[in-house]
């Protein structure tokens, strides 16, 4: 098939006018091989039906000024515009000149658009209709006169059939993918992806402060994060290399947020769990009561057991604690320095039991009652669970090679009676020692 190739001559000023005729015959207009006069339809010479002269062409619709190839049909049917050798159906090529556009695709209404104006880019696949084909848009997202501000969005067609929104990119650079994006504070672009999570960072500038936000963006005025929905928030945020991981309590949509710290890994590589400021290659923190700071456990039924660590300072609160279950406590070292377990014991005491009855040293013993001579009570600090508790005893004086310690009366949780005595029942006597360990569940 021939090309089709209209030029204009760079010095004539003159035009080519075609004018369809007032008839209903239709008239056909045949260039000849070389050299010769335009036939008309009845191939007559000269062409009877044809008036004006050939210089330029003009058409309603159609003015060709070009001083080169302006379009361009190929024997493949492909339609170049500013080339003479398209490569596909339509191509449209523009010489890297001053700036120009080799395509443009513009509303055609107010020179400033309104609120609703748009153009679109239509892209068919399969039917040839606009309903069934994907398209790109532009919209003029303000409104205002004089504002040129546009919004760029992305609509596929699903298996349905039906156009989606699944892009847009707004006038501030934040993208949104299934969501219209938020306005975000000036120079910080982000990207939202479903109805939620948010990742945004610097537009120029500080290249190592980014963040990616489920249900929190910043305002656009403030910069203050807020919720996007109704929910609970969480945050990853890598700052001068330092990672934080921030988590806050169920929130109003567009209310601020107070962000939590709950773990940060500093540039060094450090670790510091609900504490920011690391101190160490793990720090650990919990400021609750009644909570561990750290906690192991296997919850295998032939698992290892548990392991509690907790920041407690003072009392009965357990500091390092191990157990084969939920339950059943192997050891607990406390923080007023007790330590409980089955293989430790539960309460030790060494007693001056000479004149005035005093304590050597001791472990869970709050006190000693004298009872007269030989006869003690032991005071435990804290109280055994029941009454089955161990206790071994012993002596040694100086003059009596021969006594011994004995437990004598009823135990209870709390105490228990000591006898020190060389002989029958009566035989009690003041050693300059007397040793008590006592071992049991408490």
């Given at each position: 098939?021939a ?16 004018t ?5 015959t239709?008239?056909i ?10 036939l008309?339809?009845?191939?007559s ?5 044809l008036?004006g ?9 159609i ?24 490569i ?50 532009s ?9 040129h501000a ?22 501030s ?22 109805s939620?999570l ?11 402060h ?14 203050a ?18 990672i ?23 540039n060094?590589g ?24 750290a ?14 660590i907790?920041?407690a300072?003072?009392?009965?609160y ?17 923080a ?5 377990s ?17 304590i ?7 006190s ?6 030989g006869?003690?009570?032991?005071n ?17 004086g ?22 020190v005595?060389?002989?029958?029942d ?5 050693a ?11």
């Open positions: 098939m090309k089709i190739k209209i030029t204009g001559h760079t010095s004539g000023t003159g035009t080519i006018t075609l369809a005729p007032n008839t209903s239709d008239r207009v045949t260039l000849p091989d070389g050299t010769g006069t335009l008309d339809e009845n191939s010479l000269p062409a009877a039906n008036t002269t050939v210089a330029g062409f003009t058409s309603t619709g003015d060709d000024n070009a001083t080169s190839t302006a379009i361009t049909i190929d024997s493949s049917e492909n339609v170049g515009i500013g080339t003479a050798s398209p596909t159906k339509l191509d449209a090529s523009q010489d890297n000149i001053g700036g120009n556009v080799a395509l443009g695709i513009f509303q055609s209404g107010n020179a400033y658009g309104n609120v609703a104006s748009s153009a679109s880019l239509y892209l068919g696949a399969t039917y040839h209709s606009l309903a069934n084909s994907a398209k790109i848009t919209t003029h997202s303000s409104g205002t006169t004089g504002n546009q919004d760029l969005t992305f609509n596929p067609i699903n298996s349905g059939s039906t156009s989606f929104e699944a892009m847009r990119i707004d006038s650079g934040n993208a949104g993918l299934g969501v219209t994006p938020e306005s975000s504070y000036a120079g910080r672009p982000t990207l939202r992806i479903g939620g948010a990742i945004g960072g610097y537009g120029s500038g500080n290249p190592s980014h963040w990616i936000n489920a249900n929190a963006y910043q305002d656009a005025s403030t910069a994060e807020k919720y996007i929905g109704t929910d609970q928030a969480s945050q990853i945020k890598q700052t001068n290399g330092t934080a991981f921030n988590v806050a309590p169920n929130g109003t949509a567009g209310a601020a947020i107070t962000w939590d710290n709950a773990m940060v890994i500093d060094d450090h670790v510091g769990i609900g504490y920011s400021a690391v101190n160490g290659i793990l720090d650990v923190r919990e400021s609750w009561a009644s909570k561990w700071a906690r192991f456990e296997n919850t295998s039924a032939t698992g290892l057991g548990i392991l509690g907790s920041a300072t003072s009392g009965a357990s500091l390092l604690e191990l157990r084969k279950n939920e339950t059943e406590v192997v050891l607990n070292i406390r007023d320095g007790k330590a409980i089955q293989f430790t014991a539960a309460a030790w005491v060494s007693i001056d039991g000479v004149g005035t009855v005093g050597n040293d001791s472990y869970n013993i709050s000693i009652t004298d009872n007269g001579t006869q003690y009570t032991i435990i600090d804290t109280n055994m669970l029941n009454s089955n508790y161990a206790v071994t005893a012993m002596c040694q100086q003059n009596y090679n021969s006594a011994f310690a004995c437990l004598h009366g009823t135990m209870s949780v709390g105490s228990f009676p000591i006898r005595r060389t002989g029958p009566s035989d009690y006597i003041d300059d020692e007397v040793m008590l360990t006592i071992f049991g569940d408490q």
